[in-house]
């Protein structure tokens, strides 16, 4: 299910609202020496095709974009912990500036679900008098909020409260918080008289706990969808958040100092950036353009030149992953973009000498930008990873076929910009056809004649916030478990069969082994170094090695779930995984974040409460 779409005019922010509001909490933060830690969950079981690499050697943008705002805000003393690097860290044993942080605030995606609890659980051992005040978001937190709050009494762990949305949503609460907070007052118990006297009503994009004397949550309050930046320029800078980078360790406490500016670039090689937000296909697997509520929002040319330019000179990182959802969405936006950056110099260099970047587009629109593809390459673009999903748009339609799709890759070739295609494989599509370009193979084989450079085949699976989410489950698409074991969260990342209607769906699992074996292997990577695809030599071959190291991590893992396919019995979900403690908006209607099926909590009074027992003892201490 979609998220629901706000009142029409009433989907972005009012122009320089959240820079006034950043000014606002730049005044108020003398006030108040706030320390903050973040973390990024991560389940290291989905490290393998096709994130390997990148998954640990590129920063993530959200949780950097959040420390960015903190700092930007006035609150430097934050430190952010990714999963990634820090594999044994521990809230209950984090000390930022001599004390246990005021704010913990855990991003988490879908797959990354199980770390990211056990972080809340653990930090909710910490004694209640000093508990910092816990924050769920990321991915996760606007299509599944309520999976931050534990619906077991007997093990009554749970966020204080989740943001469902971008920096707006959080520094909106923290301004709200700050505007209350007591002289020595501990954020937590701040928060808890703000929420008991409804001030967080008022902030859309917050999902918080009414709560039993003893902590334990009874329903869930919804405060709505979110309004969203429409101008990207009005985001904090993030150059701020590198600074912020907890060294990789296997200790679970913190460091007494973030990572130095010059070792950034040893463990982030890469620097991930939003560019663009929106895209103009709805296609109904998808929920892009739900997110953002059918708007397409941009960053200016000059933000963008001086985002690349200012990482580069302060942390040394050349290369840069544009986060966008179709960069080439808007013609008449992109090409401002292109043409700034193609006139900017660092050092008196070209850009495209100093920096090379990529990101995502779809054939469609890489058709359409074709005579502006030399600009293209004056801008810096290197590589462009194109949603190329069926070559036959038997799956879905977005302006692809075989003719087109090879077109584009040419034309991206003539350019020096390396063509990376995305595929979804499905029940109807075979391992091979015959004289046809239907069969998995087939495709993966013109793709690379065509000049494909890496290559992305993920079997379709339920996509939270997507159209077809909540059918995928109720028509018995999706799987509860197979042979005995339960389909886990790290298993939706579109590397396991885990929704099929095909009859041996063990076929499907070893039809993408297949694919990766097939384009990477000691054979292609021998022809690499003597006919590569690229006009840098390297490349080709470099991406190879990374490609066959990846083939090998997905077959060890995903090897014995397609046996499981093939001898176990499959467990059919009959609807889709919903909130077990009721859910409702703050006038007691429905919650826009829950799904069909989602208990519905009685209101008898829409009054406010008197404060909670957790509250009242919490100020007492």
């Not at 030399?374 to 003719?403: C, F, H, Y």
Request: aromatic fraction near 8%; glycine fraction near 8%.
């Amino acid at each position: 299910m979609e998220l629901p779409r706000r009142t029409r005019g009433d989907e972005l922010l009012k122009p320089g609202e959240l820079a006034d509001l950043r000014g606002r909490l730049r005044t108020r933060s003398r006030e108040h020496d706030l320390t903050t830690v973040i973390a990024c969950a991560f389940d290291h079981r989905t490290r393998m095709l096709p994130f390997i690499y990148a998954d640990t050697r590129m920063a993530p943008a959200g949780v950097r974009a959040i420390g960015s705002a903190m700092v930007d805000a006035g609150f430097p003393k934050t430190r952010i912990i990714l999963q990634q690097w820090n594999r044994n860290f521990r809230p209950a044993h984090m000390r930022l500036d001599g004390h246990i942080p005021d704010l913990f605030m855990v991003s988490s995606m879908q797959m990354h679900s199980a770390p990211a609890n056990a972080l809340i659980r653990d930090a909710c051992r910490i004694e209640p008098p000093h508990r910092p005040l816990i924050i769920g978001g990321g991915p996760r937190a606007i299509y599944e909020p309520w999976d931050f709050f534990s619906a077991d009494a007997r093990d009554p762990w749970a966020a204080d409260v989740v943001v469902t949305g971008e920096e707006f949503v959080l520094l909106s609460l923290l301004e709200v918080l700050l505007s209350i907070r007591a002289r020595g007052e501990s954020m937590r118990t701040t928060f808890l008289r703000g929420r008991d006297g409804g001030l967080l009503d008022q902030i859309p994009g917050l999902i918080y706990a009414r709560t039993d004397g003893y902590g334990v949550p009874e329903e869930l309050i919804d405060t709505g969808v979110q309004r969203l930046v429409g101008d990207l320029d009005e985001l904090p800078h993030p150059v701020l958040g590198y600074r912020l980078l907890e060294p990789p360790s296997d200790k679970p406490t913190l460091a007494a100092q973030a990572v130095p500016a010059g070792h950034i670039r040893r463990y982030s090689r890469i620097a991930s950036l939003v560019l663009t937000f929106g895209c103009k296909f709805n296609c109904p697997y998808c929920p892009i353009p739900a997110y953002n509520q059918r708007q397409h929002r941009v960053k200016s040319g000059e933000r963008i030149a001086d985002e690349m330019a200012r990482v580069h000179e302060e942390y040394g990182i050349r290369y840069f992953f544009g986060a966008d959802d179709n960069f080439f969405n808007h013609k008449q936006r992109t090409l401002p973009i292109l043409e700034t950056l193609a006139r900017t110099t660092i050092h008196g260099r070209g850009f495209r000498k100093s920096i090379r970047w990529g990101t995502e587009v779809t054939v469609h629109d890489t058709l359409q930008m074709k005579e502006h593809l030399p600009l293209a390459n004056r801008a810096g673009i290197r590589w462009l990873w194109l949603g190329v999903e069926d070559m036959t748009a038997t799956l879905v339609k977005k302006g692809q076929s075989v003719d087109r799709t090879t077109a584009a890759f040419q034309a991206l070739r003539i350019q020096r910009i390396c063509p990376m295609p995305m595929m979804m494989h499905h029940d109807s599509q075979p391992l091979y056809t015959p004289g046809e370009p239907y069969g998995l193979l087939n495709q993966v084989r013109l793709l690379r004649e065509a000049g494909a450079v890496t290559l992305q085949v993920l079997m379709m699976t339920p996509a939270t916030g997507s159209k077809l989410y909540v059918e995928s489950f109720t028509s018995g698409l999706a799987y509860e478990s197979v042979a005995g074991r339960r389909v886990e969260p790290h298993m939706l990342d579109g590397n396991y069969v885990v929704a099929s209607r095909h009859p041996k769906p063990w076929r499907k699992q070893l039809n993408i082994m297949c694919a990766y074996l097939y384009f990477y292997n000691p054979v292609r990577w021998l022809i690499a170094l003597v006919r590569p695809k690229t006009a840098n030599h390297w490349v080709d071959a470099a991406w190879q090695m990374v490609g066959m190291y990846g083939t090998l991590h997905n077959i060890r893992r995903t090897a014995g779930w397609a046996v499981r396919l093939m001898r176990g019995q499959i467990t059919r979900r009959t609807g889709p995984p919903t909130s077990r403690i009721p859910m409702r908006s703050v006038d007691g209607g429905s919650a826009g974040h829950a799904l069909p099926g989602t208990p519905r909590a009685e209101v008898v009074t829409l009054e406010r409460r008197a404060p909670s027992r957790e509250a009242t003892s919490s100020s007492r201490r």
